[in-house]
């Protein structure tokens, strides 16, 4: 296309690599969707920075020229943020991959933001030191930031804005600015950190993060149990969080979810409802707390509760739950899944899990439920042909029904994946009074509406 050569020409000007301003068809392909239903569009080209400057330099031209700039990380969020509705740049920042300071005395660490979580996780670990927001994809932190991500550890530690401490940040003119500081608080003015986390990259781009770390557990143990039901499980973990039992994760995965695991990842688990619940601390102080949780569990009606302290076996039973959206996609192979992420009040979490899963039972489509329970997040993946335009609307009106109970019963749309476009209606619903504000800062920050433009902001 003459336009995306001629572009391609005017970027070479200012990444002079021809490997790193790619416009060949499987780079294209690469950076055109992601792995839910929604369809794929190609960006004219992507740029791969090595730096800041150059980060500045290609946002200061595609501003100047009106070219839509997509930030890239892993590529792994769920509600199409990376998708270049628009065309123009994905800028793929993996090539910014170095840990710039470990600071053990502080527990910080300042990184470029194609470093991943396991990378992250490799550097630290020497030092007795963790980085405990873990999506279970291996996401760039950058990405992480972008989206405020959190995982199976943010009911004992939080999310990803409890972890920046600073960032900086090149604007869609090609400014540089740096937000936060190395101090582990401030008071200083509007917190522009905060609103940076979780902007989807509509409002500019990370190109360097100061994290917050903590030391590994001295022991950690990790039990599982049985269920009779959905709800049943939902209570105990709301009981179990309830009495301050302080767990490191609580996990819900479904008997449709258990029974796609064992296929797909070789585990023999009966299939029920089953929560995975972590601790960590001292021997005696775990103890206890798996005493206080056996018994919680057991008032519900669970069987089969086993507890397991080897590391290995740990790991292989977080990496089964990690797996548990590529199995249920394995249940009906070329299928893609919808994945709703509403978040409620622990004490209602049971309800509005009932809730969603007589819709999911009522509609006919196929599905399993998983949940960070112990912050009163569920997903419900929905299983779909995304060439089937009735199966995305059946899955659609399913999805909103999820939505309108969470928000009713004091919830949110998204506990961790983000607007991107998917979400758009749905923010909304929830916050209808402040999108026009939201709309104002973007207009600030964006003036000519290049970055990722079509996410986060309901159209006009
Ligand atoms: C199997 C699976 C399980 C998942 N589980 C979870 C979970 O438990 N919790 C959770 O929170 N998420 C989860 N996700 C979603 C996803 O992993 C997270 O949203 C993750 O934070 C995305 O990081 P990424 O590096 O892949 O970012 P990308 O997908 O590349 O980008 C995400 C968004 O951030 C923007 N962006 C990326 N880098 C930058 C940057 N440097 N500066 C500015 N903007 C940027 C992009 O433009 C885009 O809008 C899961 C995804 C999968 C596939």
Redesign the pocket.
């Known amino acids: 296309m003459a336009v995306a050569s001629d572009l391609r020409s005017q970027l070479l000007r200012l990444v002079p690599d021809e490997r790193r301003v790619n416009d060949g068809d499987s780079v294209l392909d690469q950076h055109a969707g992601?792995?839910s239903y929604h369809a794929p569009h190609r960006p004219d080209v992507v740029v791969f920075p090595e730096s800041t400057d150059e980060v500045a330099a290609v946002l200061a031209f595609a501003d100047e020229q009106g070219v839509p700039v997509?930030?890239?990380?892993?590529?792994?969020?769920?509600e199409g943020?990376?998708i270049p509705l628009h065309g123009g740049i994905s800028l793929d920042?993996t090539r910014m991959n170095a840990i710039v300071a470990l600071r053990p005395e502080d527990l910080t660490v300042t990184v470029q933001?194609g470093v991943t979580r396991s990378q992250l996780e490799a550097a630290a670990g020497p030092h007795g030191l963790f980085f405990p927001v873990?999506?279970?994809?291996d996401?760039?932190l950058?990405?992480?930031?972008?989206?405020n991500?959190?995982?199976?550890t943010t009911v004992r530690y939080g999310?990803m804005r409890a972890h920046v401490l600073a960032l900086e940040v090149v604007l869609a003119d090609g400014r540089i600015v740096r937000a936060g500081t190395r101090a582990v608080k401030t008071s200083a003015g509007y917190s522009l950190t905060n609103l940076f986390v979780g902007?989807?990259?509509?409002l500019?781009?990370?190109?360097e993060l100061t994290l917050r770390l903590h030391p590994i557990p001295e022991h950690v143990v990790v039990a599982r149990a049985a269920f009779p039901s959905v709800e049943a499980a939902c209570r105990a973990a709301a009981g179990i969080i309830g009495v301050g039992v302080p767990v490191l994760r609580c996990e819900l995965l479904d008997a449709t979810t258990i029974g796609a695991l064992n296929a797909f990842s070789g585990t023999a688990f009966p299939e029920s409802p089953y929560l995975f619940v972590e601790f960590g601390g001292s021997e005696a102080g775990i103890a206890g707390d798996l005493e206080t949780t056996r018994e919680l569990a057991e008032d519900e009606g669970a069987s089969a509760f086993e507890s397991e302290s080897d590391p290995t076996a740990r790991a292989q039973m977080w990496s089964a739950r990690?797996s548990?959206?590529?199995a249920s996609l394995a249940l009906a192979p070329g299928s893609r899944a919808m994945t709703t992420d509403v978040a409620v009040p622990v004490s209602e979490l049971a309800a509005a899990i009932e809730h969603a899963r007589r819709a999911l039972d009522e509609s006919g489509l196929r599905g399993g439920i998983v949940g960070?329970v112990g912050d009163g997040n569920f997903h419900v993946a929905f299983l779909l042909d995304p060439d089937d335009a009735a199966s995305i609307e059946q899955a659609e009106g399913l999805n909103t029904r999820v939505v309108e109970d969470a928000l009713a019963r004091g919830g949110t749309c998204t506990g961790?994946?983000?607007i991107?476009y998917g979400k758009l209606a749905y923010l909304e619903r929830e916050h209808g009074d402040l999108v026009p504000l939201m709309r104002g800062i973007k207009d600030l920050f964006d003036p000519n509406g290049i970055m990722?433009p079509g996410?986060v902001i309901p159209p006009l």
Do not use: C, R, Y
Request: net charge negative; charged share 10%; glycine share 22%.
């Open positions: 992601d792995l997509v930030p890239f990380g892993a590529g792994t969020s769920l943020h990376v920042l933001p873990d999506p279970g994809a996401a760039t950058g990405g992480m930031a972008a989206t991500a959190s995982g199976t999310g902007s989807e990259g509509t500019g781009v990370i190109t990690h548990a959206l590529m960070h961790e994946h983000g991107g990722n996410k």
